[in-house]
């Protein structure tokens, strides 16, 4: 689980995120949406430590990622996965380069070894017959699995996606937001997931947090979202207008 | 000279001093510090060839146009060609065009990985991303750059012998003999250390402006520019002050 307890972040003089507190839980899809510059990537920044917030808690399963020393953080760091936006494959690297990365960085792990569990997590996100080629010479869809297949090649606790449906067709983002669900659900992952999008919400959706002008307005189930939209003003308009994109 | 130079200065600092911890895995390390090198070896010796061929040999040609009086012995412009190659001409020419060939490039390519989010993923991943993008491009640069002025300085003097015996404005014996009259070892090592000077503005301010490039493409094309220009400047400045202290 991580839990967020009194997170404020300010750029300069403007302040972007107000006393945060919240919880994502482990075996869940954790939502956080809301509308552009309401503060969710920078959040989201704050808890893979791109960002560190002025005051407040990030608690990683109990661990204070904000009062670890450098080699503490890195080790919490190596539990962590992350999707994001643009996929942020290495373009100088292969798709297999890629996906070992990470375990030639951070396993003991033989050649061989590697090998084997580039190729099962290839084909956990049902990719194949594509180790040889460079990110340039697929689509955004099997970047985005691509990517995802990198963020768990190693036994990771935590993932998180930024946006992972943006610049996808309707039936790719479907099979990514399936495809994200069953690994979170199988693994047992703290899934959190950046999004504009209503259907993901509406589909995946566990536990969902809705940022408004970087406060958090509301925090509920998907099953509660419905009754929560007569009553929060923003957040009804916020499903409404995703209904006409 | 306003408040952003410090400011910049510090942040350069600290991202050197951001690159000083032990990498994450030796083998890994080493495998990047050999493509650096290859790359900035390797991928450079064209230019660096080409250069310091034509340089050495336009050297001799002018030398001969100055020297009107027919006092002078001609092994002179074997001792100019050879003296201005090693003290100047090697180092700081080489150096001057290695900035825009390999700092454009080390600028562009962490830069790019900036705006594409590839550094944060290194990040994210608790990976040292100065240490594993910017430390391998700065050794392989110190270690290959010194040797290309080794083989610079080579081609231009030969460059200068070349363009002495084909125009017959001096002889084999007369090239030779004014290139070796004057020779100091010292001249050679304080060539030796401009060149790991330099290396190390070249690819360190390179380096420094692609890891904080913000924004798009047109602002990795802006972190390019500052790198060629900024790391020129740098070689000239330090081009005097070395001047000035060692000889």
Known sequence: MIELINVNKSFEDKQVLFDINAQFFSGKNNLIIGAS??????????????????SGHIEFDKRDMLSLDEQQLREVRREIGMLFQGTALFDSLTIEQNIEFPLRMFSKMTAAERRDRVNFCLQRVNLENINKKFPSEISGGMKKRVGIARAIALDIKYLFCDEPNSGLDPITSRLIDALIDEITKEYGITNIINSHDMKTVFDIGDHILFMYKGAKRWEGSRQDLSHAQKEIKELDEFIKASYFH | MNLSFFYHFGRYLMFLR???YRPEKMNVFFQRLFDEMTKIGIGSLPIVAITSLFIGAVTTVQTAYQLVSGLI??????????????LELGPTITCLVLSGKVGAHISSEIGNMRISEQIDALEVMGINAPGYLALPKILAGIIMIPILNIIAITLSIYGGYVAGELSGILTHEQFVVGAQSTFKGFTLFFSMIKAFTFAFIITSVSSYQGYFTKGGALEVGESSTKAVVYSSVLILFFDYLLAELLL
């Open chain 2, 73 to 86: 012995s001609k092994t002179v412009i074997g001792t100019i060609v050879s003296d201005s190659t090693m």
């Open chain 1, 37 to 54: 510059g309401g503060g969710k990537s920078v959040m989201m920044k704050c808890m893979v430590g791109l960002e560190r917030p002025e």
């Open chain 2, 18 to 20: 951001s690159m000083l």
